[in-house]
């Protein structure tokens, strides 16, 4: 992009905002940050061969009023800075910055979490303890992780054990520098049960450790039904870190994860969500899941309505 298009690119987003000022509209209710992760736009790309510059997602991001992205590494380039390059972190936080954006999180590998050598286990650790202080450098609220991977010859509850340990010690380096450490468990994951969920939290034992809420992986969780807040209602509102909103049908898509649908396209009761966290006392980042959505724009844009009546509605 020239120089001049990103200056226009720019002036548009601010006129945007000004005029939305000038004319007298209402202020957007408070309580919850909305965003949308950049995980959508990397798997409709590998999986769709779409394309999407950065730039004009941003734009997109901004012309709509959202509050904050959440990364995801290796895209659209580069993977994830060091702590130590000053450099680096200064123009990716200059972009989103430009555009009226927080970086609010990062997505993190925690397969290592889990090992059942404890070289490994340390050696993620140690990976954290940088990934960390990278999502501070760049002005992160939050950092998600995502133990995936095999068993390697351990048992399930040795699994569940070591990452018990090794989340405890997360949520520590975390929680010493402001962030708020959430985890995910996946149908793909060995981890992916209600009970799976409630023993992880428990073996890590540290207040600080929260997990996500994703309507997708929590309606299989809860028998395919429909109502994914009846699994959070159990599971306490209080042990959400932030929200990984979709829409699901209660399937998988081709083998895979949860299938993720826009918001309204699916089967799950969207309003008890939504008043689920809220009347649970959740006010921190509602993340938009759009991962293997062909149009993750439109799935964007119709969740941040969802959520715009909702609060309207407050």
């Known amino acids: 992009m020239h120089r001049r298009d990103a200056l226009k690119t ?6 945007t905002s000004a005029s939305s000022f000038l004319r007298g509209d209402p202020p957007k209710p408070g309580g919850w940050q909305i965003a949308f ?12 061969n779409n394309v999407f510059p950065i730039w004009e997602v941003l734009d997109f991001a901004a012309r709509m009023g959202f509050d904050g992205i959440e990364l995801h590494a290796a895209w659209p380039m580069g993977g994830y800075p060091k702590p130590d390059e000053a450099k680096r972190i200064d123009a990716l936080k200059r972009l989103y ?11 993190t590998d925690a397969g290592g979490a889990f090992s059942p050598e404890a070289s490994e286990r340390t050696r993620w650790q140690e990976e954290f303890r940088e ?13 998600g992780m995502w133990p995936g991977g095999g068993l390697r010859g351990q048992t399930l509850d040795g699994a569940l054990e070591h990452l ?4 405890h010690r997360a949520a520590m380096i975390a929680g010493d520098l402001g962030l708020i450490p959430a985890f995910e468990i996946e149908p793909v994951f060995v981890f992916n ?12 034992d540290h207040p600080a450790l929260k997990t996500i809420y994703d309507p997708s992986h929590f309606d299989l969780m ?6 994914p807040h009846e699994m959070l209602k159990r599971i306490g509102v209080r042990n959400i870190g932030y929200v990984h909103f979709t829409d699901t049908d209660g399937t998988r898509r081709d083998g895979g994860t949860s299938k993720h649908l826009p918001c309204g396209d699916g089967h799950i009761d969207v309003e008890a969500s939504l008043a689920t966290l809220w009347q649970g006392g959740f006010r921190g980042w509602m993340n938009i899941d759009t991962w293997e959505i062909p149009d993750p724009y439109d799935a964007c844009r119709k969740a941040k309505q969802a959520f715009d009546r909702f609060l309207a509605a407050l």
């Open 131 to 143: 990934q960390t202080r990278f999502a501070q450098a760049v002005g992160c609220d939050c950092i």
């Open 37 to 48: 992760g950049l995980n959508g736009y990397a798997s409709s790309s590998t999986k769709y």
């Open 10 to 15: 720019m002036g548009i987003a601010v006129l």
């Open 97 to 107: 910055d430009a555009y009226g954006l927080q970086v609010f999180s990062i997505q």
């Open 222 to 227: 809860n028998g395919s039904t429909g109502k």
């Open 193 to 204: 049960t209600e009970d799976h969920l409630r023993r992880i939290l428990q073996a890590a």
């Open 164 to 167: 018990g340990r090794s989340f």
